[in-house]
């Protein structure tokens, strides 16, 4: 391809109309001429290489054509490995591990190669261009603008909502119910009350003796087998779910509750704080103490109770919890104390909730009393 | 019957009148094929984007077939040992179903999940490029919004997309979403018991998040996307300046075939690249996290990147509640202030920035030339604040991770990243403002003296002074005249002046003999002026 090199200035300007039916132009001259009829000037036009077929150009569509090659040799082995590789799960370290890598370098390598061959073709083989086309940034006429706007503004006079007064408010009377009914069964049938019921949500779990024939609900390990006090050893703790049907499962999200035994003097501490405060008095049973595991903050299991120190921690937040002190939180984002449990021991020998949680569960929210 | 011969010469003019017969397009068609697109690998970071978000179509269907959003308790009997025998949901059993006896299935997985990363990185990349060079004045400002729903509805997108397999770390994420809508004062409670159909976690939301997630919110994306990419196409993409460049052009190389050919090898090299991400790094594991149980969580629960900003802000918000004494009482919860106003007010506020920029510029034109960023610097001190804070909030939310890894109180890195939320912004604000007016300077030092040569010279008088390059012409006693600046990269090395020989050939070994000049065709051939002296130390 010749060099092309645009005397004239960057539109066309000046130059002369070319007839396109002319026999001896050829075909980037006609391409040319209708670039200029869409104010875009092709600047420069210019092989990347020297004559035709010269070395150089061949060496580059060698690589090109070997790329697309690989291209295809990659996804035939995508396609072969996909179908012959053991792919099915088995424990232990076995063939099928290597499964997802072949999949991934083969799918990977070929779609690259695709990629960079066609990026080589355009880059490497195609002319070098620089074209520039007018943005047209000139404005439509002040007439045409003012007619323009006059035109919208002419829709309102047309339908004369202005001078009907009485249109105006039919109109908003009458399509709003239209626009609440569209609303409506979406709303209406999303629609929850959270304060619905005797036992209303936010406030109950599912310690509460209530729906449990008024006996007290025992504290469960995950498996449903209930608690003595001599499983959990000084210093241990232990998540606790509500013994009663499903107790254990997401139904009673805001019920898993961690059960600690504290040590002597850490016991002494913990009682004398729970006694001073109205809310948590004679919660505690002996050395064990038992609160909420649901983080007060945005409700993630504060499940990181650290024993020397007796802090509680939630890790999804940070928020720290002092165990010896009402839950009271000491660091982080939590604004409330875990909510405590209070625990007894039935006449069987097991852990039971005295009564379900006195102060509410979980997530704080607005109309928390 | 005489067969007509096919007339090769008269086959363009026929295409052309067949199809402006049908369809009048003879005219538009041309137009389009003949549409000029600036070029600058800057211009690429929105493609990216682009190309991700189609990936994340192909696959995304591909995982429709396969996956079931039932939140119904079963237990499970599938391929993976370790958790035979557990009660999980339907959702959950089918994730790992997909993960584990589809033939393929888990890279389709991981392929989806990366394609989602890079998405989100690539949106970010995108719109930094876009603040920093002044893209999104007039007349783009809608354009900047659109994308800066378009992060939102990714980041919604991504969010919705995560808690699908309701494993434990996708339950724990939607335990903190059902935190946060509690957290909104008056209809909190409300507005979370109606998206979870009651108490959490209830039997609807994965159902819900399904719809979203496949139609809702990727229906939204693509209407985007569609009028994002239909106002650059009509407004026309903006261009750095440089020579021939002005506001009235648009200097680049047609739409067809070059720009349109690197496009679509650029697309395979995206999805190549995901595709070698997708079969070699692991993400989301779901397997290993378990089912969700309200009561289990370990440490190290970090969210994805993107989300994970919003994470570092809950973690660093002071425990500040308000309380309203009336009646019984109400709370406003800490939580409501990063996670309800931070997301509202970081996701709406810079989508009037354009205008907000304007108005205090006084600044009505019309702007199709990019700014680089040293030419505004406030601008660019703004936009090294939004990042500083971002990247503050975002190392936050793994701020457990990195106490663990680098044996620093978790405390004090929650106090860190506080006290850094407040003071480091302004900081940067600072140190960007002082780096673009020193930058500026050097620009216009050069334009005025020309290039420094690094020659230092020894006058009669004994004074020292280095030799300057003028870029530009000299006046009569050699001194240079000033150039303007135009805007765009000011040569500031003498190799950029085409002072530097060939480099010298072999890495270990250097070839006796330099190479020769390397011969580009169109450009004249780089040869030593005659009269050019050799360069030395003066020794």
């Not at chain 2, 006084?362 to 680089?372: A, F, G, Q």
Request: charged share 20%; glycine share 10%.
């Amino acid at each position: 391809m010749t060099v092309v090199k645009e005397p004239h200035g960057a539109h066309g300007a000046g130059t002369e109309p070319v007839d396109v039916n002319d026999p001896r132009l050829s075909r980037f001259d006609i391409v040319r001429e209708g670039a200029r009829r869409d104010d875009i000037e092709i600047v420069t036009y210019e092989s990347q290489f020297q004559g035709t077929n010269s070395k150089a150009e061949k060496r580059v569509v060698r690589n090109i054509a070997f790329l697309f090659l690989l291209s295809g040799a990659a996804a035939l082995v995508f396609l072969v490995f996909y179908i012959i590789w053991p792919w099915e799960f088995e424990l232990g370290h076995t063939d099928s591990d290597y499964f997802t890598p072949i999949l991934g370098i083969s799918l990977g390598v070929s779609l690259l190669a695709l990629g960079f061959a066609i990026l080589a073709w355009a880059k490497k083989l195609l002319p070098h261009e620089v074209s520039i086309q007018d943005r047209h940034n000139t404005p439509s006429s002040d007439d045409d603008r003012l007619i323009t706007g006059q035109t919208i503004a002419y829709l309102g006079d047309e339908l004369g909502v202005q001078r009907r007064p009485l249109l105006k408010g039919a109109i908003g009377l009458g399509l709003a119910p239209l626009g609440l009914v569209a609303a409506a069964p979406l709303i209406g049938g999303l629609i929850e009350n959270p304060h619905k019921g005797d036992e209303p949500m936010m406030f109950h779990t599912g310690f509460d003796p209530v729906p449990n024939e008024g006996k007290p609900v025992r504290l469960t390990r995950e498996d449903g087998t209930s608690i003595r006090p001599e499983d959990v050893s000084v210093g241990g703790q232990i998540t606790v779910f509500p013994g009663i049907p499903h107790g254990a499962t997401n139904q009673y999200a805001d019920s898993p509750t961690l059960l600690i035994h504290l040590r002597a003097d850490d016991a002494a501490a913990a009682r004398a704080k729970g006694n001073a405060d109205a809310i948590n008095k004679d919660s505690m049973w002996e050395n064990y103490i038992a609160y909420s595991k649901i983080c007060t903050h945005a409700g993630c299991p504060a499940s990181l109770y650290e024993q020397q120190t007796n802090r509680l921690l939630c890790p999804c937040h940070q928020s720290q919890f002092m165990i010896t002190d009402n839950a009271r939180p000491i660091f982080g984002p939590a604004s409330r104390r875990l909510p405590q449990l209070p625990i007894e021991v039935d006449a069987e020998g097991f852990f039971v909730a005295a009564s379900d949680y006195k102060e509410t569960i979980g997530p704080d929210f607005w109309e928390r009393p | 019957m005489k067969r007509r011969k096919l007339d090769l010469a008269q086959v363009p003019a026929n295409v052309g009148k067949g199809l402006d017969d049908r369809y009048k397009a003879a005219t538009p068609l041309r137009g389009l094929l003949n549409k000029v697109f600036p070029d600058h690998w800057s211009f690429l970071l929105g493609e990216i984007a682009l190309f991700s978000f189609i990936v994340l179509l192909l696959t995304g269907v591909f995982l429709t077939l396969f996956f079931d959003p039932s939140m119904k308790e079963i237990a499970y009997e599938g391929a993976y040992p370790a958790l035979r025998g557990t009660e999980m949901s339907q959702a959950y059993a089918s994730s790992l179903h997909l993960s584990f006896e589809v033939r393929g299935g888990l890279f389709m997985r991981q392929m989806h999940h990366w394609a989602a990363l890079l998405f989100m990185a690539a949106i970010v990349v995108h719109m930094a490029r876009i603040f920093f060079t002044g893209a999104f004045r007039k007349p783009r400002e809608a354009n900047w919004a659109i994308g800066v729903a378009l992060f939102l509805l990714g980041f919604l997108a991504g969010f919705t997309g995560y808690s699908l397999p309701d494993d434990g770390l996708s339950g724990t994420g939607l335990r903190i979403a059902s935190a946060i809508m509690l957290s909104l004062p008056v209809v909190g409670t409300w507005v979370s018991a109606s998206i979870f159909g009651g108490e959490f976690p209830g039997e609807f939301i994965i159902g819900r998040f399904y719809i979203a997630h496949v139609l809702l919110i990727p229906g939204g994306l693509l209407a985007l996307i569609s009028v994002h990419l239909g106002l650059v196409f009509a407004q026309k993409h903006t261009q750095w300046p440089g020579p021939g460049r002005t506001n009235d052009n648009v200097v680049g190389e047609r739409m067809f075939p070059r720009y349109a050919l690197k496009q679509g090898g650029f697309f395979m090299a995206v999805f190549g690249v995901i595709a070698l991400m997708a079969g070699l790094f692991q993400i989301n594991p779901i397997w290993l996290f378990g089912p969700y149980r309200a009561s289990e969580v370990s440490s190290a629960s970090q969210p994805d990147w993107y989300v994970m900003f919003m994470d570092g802000l809950v973690r660093l918000m002071p425990a500040w509640q308000i309380d309203i004494p009336i009646g019984d009482g109400y709370v406003i919860p800490p939580l409501f202030w990063p996670a309800v106003v931070g997301l509202g007010a970081l996701t709406t506020v810079p989508m009037f920035y354009p205008f907000i920029e304007a108005r205090r510029l006084k600044d009505k034109r019309s702007h199709h030339l990019l700014e680089r960023p040293r030419d505004a610097p406030e601008r660019t001190g703004l936009g090294a604040m939004a990042f500083t804070f971002f990247i503050v909030a975002t190392l936050s939310g793994g701020n457990d991770v990195i106490a663990d890894k680098f044996h620093i109180s978790l405390n004090a890195m929650t106090w860190a990243g506080r006290i850094g939320l407040v003071i480091l912004p302004p900081l940067a604000y600072y140190l960007a403002v002082r780096v673009c007016l020193g930058l500026q300077q050097h620009d216009r030092e050069v334009l005025a003296h020309g290039v420094e040569t690094g020659i230092i010279k020894r006058a009669p008088d004994g004074r020292f002074y280095e030799v300057h390059q003028p870029l530009g012409p000299v006046d009569d006693h050699g001194h240079p005249l000033p150039l303007d600046y135009a805007g765009w990269v000011v040569p500031k090395k003498m190799n950029r002046l085409g002072a530097l020989a060939p480099a010298v050939k072999g890495f270990f070994y250097p070839v006796e003999k330099p190479a020769e000049a390397p011969v580009s065709p169109g450009m004249p051939p780089v040869t030593a002026r005659e009269e050019r002296e050799e360069i030395t130390s003066g020794r």
